[in-house]
């Protein structure tokens, strides 16, 4: 597993990025251990997780995630660079929620006790909140970072002006920056082309791209004439989450995209899951893919793709796709 240097700064992270939001609902205990331990075997020593974790849950199962793996990580700590997230309501009360210096303090210290260590490697804002000035969240974070409890800053979901704003505001009052940002890119995604990843490449801020297999969508196993399986995300999601994933790829076009793409990359004996995300990694600018899993044996299918580079011929067939796309059906359902 290679790695790479995210952003402008030190920080060096593997192309991979272990997603976890499946760990504590989709996936028992067990089971995220096992996922853990298949990707520092194999050389993943970057790990994505969130408070609001695990996708699906409600404030029963707030932090779930971190807890199992604050557990994991006892005598390893030193070998992962930990990104975790604030932002999601963590109690039903006014400032339990969004990015307020009051609930992002609360927010960190929650984290640190379910992750069971006394720093983050990578702390980041998962949503904007627009009711919250941007220079009182920076100058929080920035705070935290002199503490010691954050090594470096980053954002996820921001638009191309948001991120401007941000980054604007912490030059402005020589704060510490966002570092790296986590849209959602893949190969029926690709609407930060236009903006935001080329303002991350002037400004050297990382990109660590989530979706790049589209929630699962891109393996080629969902059939647009039946119901996907309980176990896979698009089956196992409810209420407004499963919304927003049927809404950003459950339609005709994507399946048939999709399948064009299956048989393509059958023919020349590849892996469609491993060719979307390599695809994802050869793209400038991008620092690494988060690419989850519901079991050991899913991730083990999707890990060879950091080493496989895609022909000419290979790159032509993922970049038409996005030509015979209808453009983004609804903005609102760029969240995670």
């Not at 995209?257 to 590849?270: G, I, P, Q």
Request: charged letters at 20%; glycine letters at 8%.
């Amino acid at each position: 597993m290679k790695t790479r240097q995210m952003g402008r700064t030190g920080l060096k992270v593997s192309e991979i990025c272990l997603g976890t939001m499946t760990f504590g609902l989709q996936c028992d205990e067990a089971t995220s251990a096992a996922i853990m331990d298949t990707a520092v075997e194999c050389g993943v020593d970057f790990f994505d997780t969130s408070d609001a974790y695990p996708i699906g849950g409600d404030l029963t199962t707030v932090g779930r995630t971190e807890e199992i793996i604050g557990r994991w990580l006892k005598g390893r700590r030193q070998q992962i660079v930990l990104a975790t997230k604030c932002f999601a309501a963590t109690g039903k009360g006014p400032n339990q929620a969004g990015l307020s210096r009051k609930h992002i303090f609360e927010a960190v210290e929650a984290s640190l006790r379910r992750l069971q260590t006394d720093y983050i490697d990578l702390y980041q804002t998962h949503f904007p909140d627009p009711a919250v000035p941007i220079d009182e969240t920076m100058r929080a974070l920035d705070d935290l970072v002199h503490q010691g409890k954050v090594r470096y800053l980053g954002c996820s979901n921001y638009s191309a002006w948001m991120l401007a704003n941000a980054l604007w505001t912490a030059d402005k009052h020589d704060l510490a920056r966002y570092d790296c940002v986590q849209p959602r890119y893949n190969l029926l995604f690709r609407e930060i082309e236009h903006e935001l990843l080329p303002l991350c490449r002037f400004h050297g801020v990382g990109v660590i791209a989530y979706n790049p297999l589209a929630g699962g969508f891109l393996s080629g196993k969902y059939k647009p004439d039946a119901p996907p399986p309980s176990n896979a995300r698009f089956g196992f999601l409810s209420g407004r989450t499963r919304n927003i994933y049927h809404g950003r790829y459950w339609h005709q076009e994507q399946f048939a995209a999709v399948e064009r793409l299956k048989e393509f990359f059958a023919a020349r004996n590849r892996s469609l899951v491993q060719a979307a995300i390599a695809w994802v990694l050869a793209q400038p600018g991008i620092t690494s893919a988060i690419v989850g899993a519901s079991s050991a044996a899913q991730l083990r299918q999707s890990l060879p793709a950091a080493e496989i580079t895609l022909d000419a011929e290979e790159m032509e067939a993922c970049n038409d796709v996005w030509f015979t796309l209808p453009r983004l059906r609804d903005p609102s359902l760029a969240l995670r």
